[in-house]
């Protein structure tokens, strides 16, 4: 059964480093000034293996943060530029 995720990041840039190192290179687009990446996975397994992907491009990158969603499940990991208070 196929599942839908979206991937959330501070900025399109931010989306594009990201997708471009998922896989499938799903393309990364813009919401009201967030990244965002739409992705349909083949098995709901494959969500969670895409959050040690999410975290090392986060570290990797210096990104500031990144969520993951799927379905009631959500995920954010932070990053070295996250201020204190988010």
Same mark, same amino acid.
């Given at each position: 059964? &196929?599942? $839908?995720?979206? /991937? =959330?990041? &501070?900025?399109?840039?931010?989306?594009? *480093?990201? +997708? +471009?190192?998922? @896989? %499938?290179? @799903?393309?990364?687009?813009?919401?009201?000034?967030?990244?965002? /990446?739409?992705?349909? *996975?083949?098995?709901?397994?494959? &969500?969670? =293996?895409? #959050? &040690? /992907?999410?975290?090392?491009?986060? $570290?990797?990158?210096? #990104?500031?943060? +990144?969520?993951?969603?799927? %379905? =009631? =499940?959500?995920?954010?990991?932070?990053?070295?530029?996250?201020?204190?208070?988010?």
């Amino acid at each position: 059964m &196929a599942v $839908q995720v979206t /991937i =959330d990041t &501070a900025s399109r840039g931010e989306a594009e *480093l990201i +997708a +471009a190192e998922l @896989p %499938g290179q @799903p393309h990364a687009t813009s919401r009201r000034g967030y990244g965002v /990446i739409r992705m349909r *996975l083949g098995r709901e397994e494959e &969500a969670r =293996d895409l #959050l &040690a /992907i999410l975290e090392s491009c986060v $570290q990797r990158h210096k #990104l500031s943060w +990144a969520r993951l969603r799927h %379905g =009631d =499940d959500e995920w954010t990991v932070k990053g070295a530029r996250s201020g204190a208070g988010r």
